[in-house]
């Protein structure tokens, strides 16, 4: 039998009764009788049914988890989160170049996590990463912005090393560029916070980015504006 059923039956009655004898709410129940959905203020180009909204202010940034509740409509779950973007800021829609400092603008779907710790419970592909993973940046290389592991051998030029800690103790893959195009961005991920604006990626502290990665299922994306 559900805890809870009973007491939400009596409410209406419970709050009859305050109003009439003059009485103030308990807080608890003045809570639940208040209680309405925060609606995240989304204009999404797509459908789909969880998004992190990660949106910036310089190079800092708040992350509301939102959920849909019906075609274009979402209310948040968790949040908000304080954080971090490119020390530069988001970058204009389009404008994100390799090594610019920014964040791209715009909604992304969110790929696999890795990090150097086990997977925390992200519902999706988790790599536990060793000294050879890196993501390559080099934009002349025909491995540009994807995952590989060192040696080069004369594949790549430079990459992003993906066991660093803290920041890639856990961390996951938001999905730009994927058509990798050159010099548009690379590397470009979710990862712990290190109380400072980053190269490009979106930063949490540990404990959100945990509840934010606990929280996803498959193909949530991020919706990242300014």
Known sequence: ??????????LPLMLAIVSVLGL??????????????????????FNV????WVDGSGSRQTTRLCARVAPGRY????????????????AAPGAKREGDGK????????RG??????????????????WRDVWVDDSRSALYNTHQRLPANGRWASAERMRLS???NYAQVIGYNERRTPGRGSAIFLHVDRGRGTAGCVSLPTSSLLAVLRWEK????????Q
């Open 218 to 225: 498959p193909g949530a994306w991020i919706w990242i504006t």
């Open 75 to 90: 209310v948040m779950q968790r949040g908000p989160y304080a954080g971090h973007v490119g020390r530069n800021g988001v």
């Open 103 to 110: 964040t791209p603008y715009g909604s992304y779907p969110m």
């Open 113 to 130: 996590g890795f990090g150097i710790y086990a997977n925390p419970g992200l519902a999706s592909s988790w790599l536990r990463t060793s």
């Open 24 to 45: 103030s709410a308990p807080a608890s129940v003045a809570s639940v009788a208040s209680a309405a959905p925060v609606y995240c203020k989304l204009n999404p180009t």
């Open 49 to 52: 049914a969880q998004v992190i």
């Open 1 to 10: 039998m559900p805890c809870q059923t009973e007491p939400v039956k009596r």
């Open 166 to 168: 803290p920041a890639y």
